[in-house]
C-alpha cells in the first residue's frame, strides 16, 4: 500500500516534470474531490496534453507501463513508497458499445477531458502548483451543496456505462450526498439495465459499499434507487420492519469483513420453514436519505432465524470461496451465541476457538446489542488462559493406531467422544483416554 504523503509528492513531482517538458498537467478525479472535502486521497491521478508515447519518452521506458494506451492511459511507476500514478491524456471518447469501455478516443483539452466524466464531484481538476482548482462542470459547488450530479445528460451519462448508477449509490452513501432528481430519476429509469454489467463490476461496487461505514445508508439507497432488486434480491421483499432491522444491524458493525456484512444481511431472513410474511409496497423516496453518523441503539433480539443460504448471493457477485464458506459459517452458528449458557461446553468451545470466533461475536453484537447475555458469556469464556480454554489432546488417531486401533469410519467420532470427555472434566490424562476409547470401542 502506497504511502499517502510519498504518492502525494510523487504526483507532484510528474506534474512538474510535464511542465517542464511544455505540457499542461493537472491532478484530476477522485483526488482533487476527496482533497476539497478534508479526505486523505487513496491515490492520485494525473492528465495531460502530452500524448502517451511522448509521456513515455519522458518518463522512460522502464519507469511506464503502457497498460492503457488505447485510452489514452500511461503508468508511471514510482519508488516504493510512492506506488504507481495513472497518467492520462485529455479525452473525448466516443460511443460505449460494451456499456463499460468507449470504442475509441480522440486526444483533446482539459475542458472537453472534464465533460466525458461521470459526475461534477469527479470532473474537477487542481493545479497542485498554483494550488487553485479548475472547474468546468460546477463540480466545487456541488461537494459544497453535498450533491451527487451526472455530467450532462443523465441518461446519456449511464448508457456509457451502466456501473455509473451503482456508483452514484456509493459516493452519496460514502460522503451523506444526496443524488440531485434528475440524475436519481434516470437511475430509476433504467435500474433494471444494471444486469448489463459484468458480475464481478457489480460484485466490486457492493463490496465497496457494504465495507464502507454509511453501509446501512447505501443499502437505503440501493432500494430508493430500485436497484436493489436487481443487485441484492435477497434483500429486496423484506417487509420494512425486516429491512429496517436489516439497516440497523449493518449500520452497529465496526470495521467488519465482507462475510461478517454478508451475514449481517442475510441475518433477519424469515424462517424458510413458514411463509414470510407479503413485502409492504413502498415508493421511492424523491431525494436519498443522508447517512446518520451514529449508529441506532440496537433492539432487543433479533426474532427472525438465520437461515438464507449465502451461496446464491456470493456466487452471483464473484466472491471468493473462502468469504462463502466463512458467511455461512457465521450464519450456522449465530444461534450458538445466543444460546451459549444452554450449550454443552464442547459444542461451545469448537465454535469459540474457531479463527472465524471474532467476527461471529461482532454479527451478534450488532444484532442484540453489547449487553447481550450470551456474548457476555461468551466474552468471559474466552477470558480463560489458554489451558483451560483449548487444552492440548490428550491422544490423536496415531495414539489410537498405536494402541491397537484400525482407523475406520467410526475413528473421527471415537476421537469427538474423547475430546468432549477431556473438556467436560471426565478425563485428565493420555491413560485415562486410552482407557475411555476401550470402553467405547464396539464390539465385535
Request: negative net charge.
Amino acid at each position: 500500500m502506497p504511502h499517502a504523503a510519498a504518492q502525494r509528492d510523487f504526483a507532484l513531482e510528474i506534474v512538474r516534470k510535464l511542465r517542464g517538458a511544455g505540457f499542461e498537467a493537472l491532478w484530476a478525479g477522485g483526488c482533487v474531490r476527496d482533497q476539497l472535502l478534508g479526505l486523505t486521497p487513496k491515490d492520485y491521478d494525473v492528465a495531460t496534453n502530452a500524448t502517451p508515447n511522448q509521456i513515455r519518452d519522458l518518463f522512460g521506458r522502464r519507469r511506464t507501463l503502457p497498460i492503457g494506451t488505447s485510452f489514452g492511459v500511461i503508468t508511471v511507476l514510482g519508488p516504493r513508497a510512492a506506488g504507481q500514478i495513472e497518467v492520462a491524456t485529455f479525452r473525448i471518447d466516443a460511443a460505449y458499445s460494451d456499456g463499460r469501455h468507449p470504442d475509441s478516443v480522440t486526444f483533446t483539452d482539459a475542458e472537453h477531458d472534464a465533460q466525458r466524466r461521470d459526475f461534477t464531484i469527479n470532473g474537477l481538476f487542481f493545479d497542485p502548483l498554483a494550488e487553485q482548482v479548475v472547474d468546468y462542470v460546477d463540480g466545487r459547488r456541488d461537494l459544497e451543496r453535498r450533491v451527487i450530479r451526472a455530467i450532462g445528460e443523465p441518461r446519456h451519462r449511464f448508457e456509457e456505462d451502466k456501473l455509473r448508477m451503482l456508483r452514484a449509490v456509493r459516493f452519496a452513501a460514502t460522503f451523506g450526498f444526496t443524488i440531485e432528481p434528475a440524475t436519481l430519476a434516470a437511475i430509476q429509469e433504467m435500474a433494471s439495465q444494471i444486469t448489463a454489467v459484468s458480475a464481478e463490476r457489480i460484485g466490486m461496487e457492493i463490496r465497496r459499499m457494504l465495507l464502507d461505514r454509511n453501509r446501512a445508508a447505501a443499502l437505503t439507497l440501493l432500494r430508493d434507487t430500485t436497484l436493489l432488486p436487481h443487485v441484492l434480491p435477497e434483500i429486496s421483499e423484506l417487509p420494512t420492519n425486516r429491512f429496517d432491522d436489516t439497516t440497523r444491524i449493518l449500520a452497529a458493525l465496526h470495521e467488519p469483513t465482507l462475510a461478517t456484512v454478508l451475514a449481517a444481511l442475510l441475518s433477519t431472513q424469515p424462517n424458510q420453514d413458514s411463509p414470510a410474511p407479503s413485502p409492504q409496497p413502498r415508493a421511492p423516496s424523491p431525494q436519498p436519505p443522508v447517512p446518520v453518523p451514529h449508529s441506532p441503539a440496537p433492539s432487543p433480539q433479533s426474532p427472525f432465524p438465520i437461515r438464507q443460504p449465502p451461496a446464491n448471493l456470493c456466487r452471483r457477485l464473484r466472491y471468493t470461496n473462502k468469504e462463502l464458506d466463512r458467511t455461512a459459517w457465521l450464519l450456522t452458528h449465530h444461534a450458538g451465541i445466543a444460546e451459549a449458557q444452554s450449550l454443552p461446553w464442547p459444542r461451545l468451545q469448537r465454535i469459540l476457538i474457531h479463527e472465524g470466533a471474532a467476527e461471529l461475536l461482532a454479527l451478534r453484537e450488532a444484532i442484540a446489542g453489547p449487553n447481550d447475555v450470551g456474548l457476555n458469556f461468551c466474552r468471559e469464556r474466552l477470558n480463560w488462559p489458554a489451558a483451560k480454554l483449548n487444552p492440548p489432546l490428550l491422544v490423536d488417531g496415531s495414539d489410537l493406531i498405536r494402541h491397537g486401533f484400525e482407523p475406520g469410519p467410526e475413528f473421527a467420532d471415537l476421537l469427538e467422544n474423547l475430546r468432549d470427555a477431556q473438556l467436560n472434566g471426565e478425563i485428565h490424562t493420555t491413560d485415562e483416554a486410552l482407557a475411555l476409547a476401550d470402553r467405547l470401542r464396539p464390539a465385535n
